[in-house]
């Protein structure tokens, strides 16, 4: 079962899951996204203002795997990679994200940590610049256990019109 409820700015709101198998493939010219979930229970919540969004979540009695492998050579106008290994199974396990900034800032900035009641890896990296929206996506993720993830964005278009 699972039950979803989002403001109508789609900025907020909360998800919760019980008993939940999923899974998510993704393929194109650029590479493949696989992701494989199973839960007892979870609850993920988010709120998002002008300034920046806030994530959080739990999950009770799960086990997840998720394999990224991406190079962008011009397609849709992008360019560089993305790749990332994760696993973990977990008598319980949670999570917090923070991100200062919007889509429409010069810049955003996140940062994401959480803990691991049981064995867990997550190791992953990404440079994509974007033609279209003249911007740079950049990260890196590690986790043993507990974690920590950094991602960021500069868009160069609203740089230059700052400048």
Do not use: H
């Not at 949670?94 to 810049?107: H, R």
């Not at 990260?139 to 230059?160: R, V």
Request: charged share 25%.
């Amino acid at each position: 079962m699972n039950i979803s409820a989002s403001t109508a700015d789609k900025n907020s709101g909360f998800n919760s899951k019980v008993g939940y198998l999923g899974g998510m493939v993704e393929s194109s010219r650029a590479g493949f996204a696989r992701k494989v979930e199973a839960v007892a229970v979870s609850l993920d919540g988010k709120y998002g203002g002008d300034y920046g969004s806030i994530e959080g979540g739990t999950k009770v009695f799960s086990a997840d795997a998720e394999a990224v492998g991406k190079v962008f050579t011009g397609e849709e106008g992008k360019y560089g990679f993305e790749a990332k290994a994760a696993a973990q199974a977990s008598a319980i396990s949670g999570e917090v994200k923070g991100c200062l900034g919007s889509k429409d800032s010069w810049a955003v900035l996140c940062a994401k940590g959480g803990a691991n009641a049981g064995p867990a890896g997550d190791l992953g990296a990404k440079a994509i610049w974007d033609d279209n929206r003249e911007s740079l996506q950049f990260g890196a993720n590690g986790k043993f256990i507990g974690g920590l993830e950094i991602e960021g964005q500069f868009n160069w278009k609203k740089i230059k019109e700052i400048f």
